[in-house]
């Protein structure tokens, strides 16, 4: 080997120990960044006239287990989805079941119930008699308001749809330009490891929302389809469409035309619109809107229902005539299964019973149809009451269950189905957190180990000093040459 192809090799190897220097800090440097995947340098030899004159980094190559990396985005978004399913039941139950300030459905009847025999006791008193109306007016209270947070939840979940549609077409363009650039990177000889970083984080951003499988293609760019089978990105980023809806009523259902579906390139996502992205936040977010919501509603509605019935039955009230409401409406009209979806949000007491609404108080006692207050001490109306209370009866609406229930009973179906609910949903976001955690571990064990990477600096120095004492070596040589 002639002294000028030792030099050569000496300051490739000088130069080449730089850069390996330079690759081990950045990976300790960003051992805890999110996306950031390990870099191995690949060495090969640098010919010069056939001959072997030096050392040269051939490629650069990111530490990545493709299999743990789906995995570990599948469980991401199975966790995005559990999470947003459980926040919903939870606040279902919290609306049915009430808290330590306010009691649930449960409690306004007992309170109704308590009330109704306390007056029946005392018919002659107003205060005893507000007490009724006061009880009553709870029970509508909480009908209402549980109606209410259902519709705000849908609408809540609808804007959610609208705000991750638009996340997701922001991150499928920028995989799609990012693609573009590691191919043009790739084709130059260009280390595309910073890119592909950030394009993994961007894939990340999409696996939360969208479940979905990365298929390699050539020249360093992937392709990105659901775990469903839809196109995200092959070549072009697919677009997706959604025209949310900025007040949601109880009837308004995505089947009806009320509601907006999600769009994928210009076509309509089959009737149930989440089945070829089911799995993470967005799915979620339609399920909240379009299932979980109305099947809640349902039951709420049912429960109303029968109060409308079991208190406007014939015979309950003889001073009612015929198709006249009694004491629960349908916003002042009788109680009317075919008007059933949104009547706990309807719910309203009889004007008639209701001083702040012209109304006489002492109708409790007399009639709701009665022209003038009668005996002081008439009973039979509130006895009557009381007794529908505890009239075990089959219920009425097909969206509660079958066999006899009291109001009490039905009550507290309602609160025990939205308890199991919220039980099954944090049991599903458990296993979702604990089966990414364990993943994510795995990652992380895979990932940049510190002492490792020192190791490698220790040997990446005594190569450097090595090529160093070389190039001494090779001065000192030329120096005595020169000498001569």
Do not use: C, M
């Given at each position: 080997m002639s002294l000028a192809s030792a030099l050569g090799s000496a300051l490739s190897g000088l130069?080449?120990?730089?850069?390996?220097?330079?690759?081990?800090?950045?990976?300790?440097?960003?051992?805890?960044?999110?996306?950031?995947?390990?870099?191995?340098?690949?060495?090969?030899?640098?010919?010069?006239?056939?001959?072997?004159?030096?050392?040269?980094?051939?490629?650069?190559?990111?530490?990545?287990?493709?299999?743990?990396?789906?995995?570990?985005?599948?469980?991401?978004?199975?966790?995005?989805?559990?999470?947003?399913?459980?926040?919903?039941?939870?606040?279902?139950?919290?609306?049915?079941?009430?808290?330590?300030?306010?009691?649930?459905?449960?409690?306004?009847?007992?309170?109704?119930?308590?009330?109704?025999?306390?007056?029946?006791?005392r018919p002659d008193s107003e205060s005893f008699l507000a007490n009724v109306l006061t009880g009553a007016q709870g029970i509508v209270d909480h009908l209402n308001s549980a109606e209410a947070m259902l519709q705000s939840a849908r609408t809540e979940a609808d804007a959610a749809i609208a705000d991750q549609v638009d996340q997701l077409n922001t991150a499928l363009q920028q995989v799609q330009d990012l693609n573009t650039r590691i191919q043009v990177a790739n084709a130059a000889g260009r280390d595309t490891s910073a890119l592909q970083d950030l394009r993994q984080s961007q894939i990340d951003r999409i696996a939360g929302i969208i479940p979905i499988a990365q298929i390699p293609r050539e020249g360093g760019v992937v392709a990105l389809y659901s775990t469903q089978g839809a196109p995200l990105v092959d070549g072009r980023a697919s677009r997706f469409d959604f025209t949310p809806t900025r007040a949601i009523t109880a009837d308004a259902t995505l089947q009806n035309g009320a509601l907006g579906g999600l769009i994928l390139n210009g076509r309509p996502i089959g009737t149930d619109a989440v089945g070829l992205v089911e799995g993470g936040s967005l799915s979620a977010a339609f399920d909240i809107r379009d299932r979980l919501a109305p099947e809640a509603q349902a039951r709420l509605d049912g429960v109303a229902l029968e109060l409308g019935l079991r208190f406007q039955a014939t015979g309950l009230d003889g001073t009612l005539s015929s198709g006249a409401a009694g004491l629960f409406t349908d916003a002042g009209a009788r109680a009317d299964m075919a008007a059933e979806?949104?009547?706990?949000?309807?719910?309203?007491?009889?004007?008639?019973?209701?001083?702040?609404?012209?109304?006489?108080?002492?109708?409790?006692?007399?009639?709701?149809?009665?022209?003038?207050?009668?005996?002081?001490?008439?009973?039979?109306?509130?006895?009557?009451?009381?007794?529908?209370?505890?009239?075990?009866?089959?219920?009425?609406?097909?969206?509660?269950?079958?066999?006899?229930?009291?109001?009490?009973?039905l009550a507290t179906d309602l609160q025990s189905y939205a308890a199991r609910q919220r039980v099954t949903a944090d049991e599903a976001l458990t296993f979702a957190e604990g089966r990414l955690g364990t993943l994510q571990a795995e990652e992380l064990l895979q990932g940049v180990d510190s002492d490792q990477e020192l190791q490698k600096l220790l040997l990446i120095e005594q190569a450097y000093a090595a090529n160093a004492r070389v190039i001494q070596a090779i001065d000192s040589m030329m120096n005595t040459l020169l000498e001569l």
């Open positions: 130069s080449v120990s730089g850069r390996l220097a330079n690759l081990v800090s950045t990976n300790i440097a960003n051992a805890a960044t999110p996306g950031y995947a390990k870099r191995e340098a690949e060495l090969g030899s640098t010919l010069l006239g056939g001959q072997t004159s030096g050392v040269t980094i051939t490629a650069y190559l990111r530490d990545v287990d493709a299999y743990l990396l789906n995995e570990r985005r599948a469980a991401s978004a199975g966790r995005a989805g559990a999470q947003a399913e459980q926040a919903f039941l939870t606040k279902l139950e919290t609306a049915l079941s009430g808290n330590l300030l306010s009691g649930g459905l449960s409690d306004r009847l007992a309170t109704f119930e308590s009330a109704l025999i306390a007056a029946a006791a979806v949104g009547l706990a949000g309807r719910l309203r007491i009889n004007s008639a019973v209701d001083p702040a609404q012209g109304g006489g108080i002492w109708r409790l006692r007399d009639g709701i149809g009665a022209a003038s207050p009668g005996n002081v001490g008439q009973t039979s109306l509130l006895t009557a009451y009381h007794q529908v209370l505890g009239q075990s009866a089959a219920a009425i609406s097909a969206s509660l269950p079958t066999g006899s229930r009291t109001l009490a009973g």
